[in-house]
Nanobody, 123 residues
Framework: VQLQASGGGLVQPGSSLALSCTAS??????????MGWFRQAPGKEREFVAA????????YYADSLKGRLAISRDDAKNTVFLQMNSLKPEDTAVYYC???????????????WGQGTLVTVSS
């Protein structure tokens, strides 16, 4: 199973950015999995950002980020998206997507991880 995250880059504070993560693999059924986004800033632990259930009917967001994020999925494309608005310098981190059987905020609950995409928010 491969999760390929993309969409990161250098943006100015206050900007928006959309990340995407596409899953592939012969035995991987995208609709069997909840999808999550996590991030890790330099010198900090990996933290939960957002997650969406396998059906798309339920979503979780980190309390500190709620209101600036939107997670969605396109099952036809095996892709999960993370729209981030009003970006701040403290949002700078490597953003990882992950797939797990259960909707969770906890990293150990996710079985598969992407390689990460770097988001840098700076003027």
């Amino acid at each position: 199973v491969q999760l390929q995250a993309s969409g990161g880059g250098l943006v100015q504070p206050g900007s928006s950015l959309a990340l995407s993560c596409t899953a592939s693999g012969g035995d991987f059924t995208f609709t069997d999995y909840s999808m999550g986004w996590f991030r890790q800033a330099p010198g900090k632990e990996r933290e939960f950002v957002a997650a969406i259930s396998w059906s798309g009917s339920s979503t979780y967001y980190a309390d500190s980020l709620k209101g600036r994020l939107a997670i969605s999925r396109d099952d036809a494309k095996n892709t999960v998206f993370l729209q981030m608005n009003s970006l701040k310098p403290e949002d700078t981190a490597v953003y990882y997507c992950a797939a797990g059987r259960l909707l969770s905020r906890s990293p150990p609950m996710y079985e598969y991880w992407g390689q990460g995409t770097l988001v840098t928010v700076s003027s």
